[in-house]
């Protein structure tokens, strides 16, 4: 059913995708008032722009990643700055959505990083966007496997999908990447290991304080093209 690399399932196949009925009923609205959530003890300015959100988001570490392994869900890692301003408009659009937080926290383990805080985390993940879509920037969103290898990622993601933009909705990506995750885990998560293999060939060389990031993720990508990152769209 997904014969092709997922990634590029996701890249190709969202062009004219088939959703869930629930993803794309997915409505802008109005924050809520809500309880503060794992974010609110953060000394990070940015991280604390997010405790009142709705989704669940928990701050980077071995809590997050041991939940995804015990619930099976994929992890989203959504990554920015606190001047960043794509960043406070997803987070507007988005994350202060209680109908985007209610499909977050029940299929995903969300992560969010301030990338001054944790520019290892940042450095890895921006490289492999930059692999996958040829550009990067903030806020840097990346889906992950509980073991933290990256199957798909991009920057700002709208709430509704934009006519000729070619940009899905972030409740589309949302739909597609659960929906596959659910339905053929097996195989995204060995064609996940050979991309990974392929983009990742760590050498005495290149190595450094920062070549491994919680000894689970190596930075060197070697099949990685020079490409300067955008803050902007």
């Keep these: 059913r997904f014969s092709l690399l997922p ?18 009923e997915i ?25 009142d959100n709705p989704v669940n988001w928990y701050p980077w570490g071995d809590e997050a990643f041991e939940a995804a392994r015990t619930q099976n869900k994929p992890v989203l890692i959504s990554i920015g700055y606190s001047t ?3 960043c406070h408009v997803m987070n507007r659009e988005s994350f202060s959505n209680t ?37 990067g920037g903030w806020p840097l969103n990346v889906w992950l496997t509980p073991d933290r290898k990256p199957i798909y990622g991009g920057t700002y993601f709208p709430p509704q999908s934009q006519a000729g933009s070619g940009r899905p909705s972030f409740p589309d990506i949302l739909s597609r990447i659960h929906d596959i995750w659910t339905s053929d885990q097996d195989n995204l998560l060995a064609q996940t290991d050979r991309l990974f293999e392929k983009l990742n060939h760590p050498s005495p060389s290149n190595s450094s304080p920062n070549s491994t990031l919680d ?3 190596p930075v060197s990508y070697t099949h990685l093209r020079a490409h300067e990152t955008r803050e902007d769209l």
């Design 99 to 135: 109908d985007t937080a209610t499909y977050l926290n029940e299929h995903f383990i969300c992560i969010k990083v301030d990338r001054e805080e944790r520019p290892d985390v940042d450095r890895v993940y921006m490289k492999f966007v930059q692999q996958l879509t040829g550009s």
């Design 27 to 51: 409505q802008p609205q109005e924050p809520m008032p809500h309880s503060s959530n794992r974010l609110a003890a953060s000394q990070s300015p940015y991280l604390l722009q997010h405790a």
């Design 7 to 24: 990634l590029l399932f996701l890249t190709i196949g969202l062009c004219q995708p088939t959703f869930s009925k629930a993803s794309s």
């Design 84 to 86: 960043c301003h794509w």
């Design 215 to 217: 000894n689970s993720i």
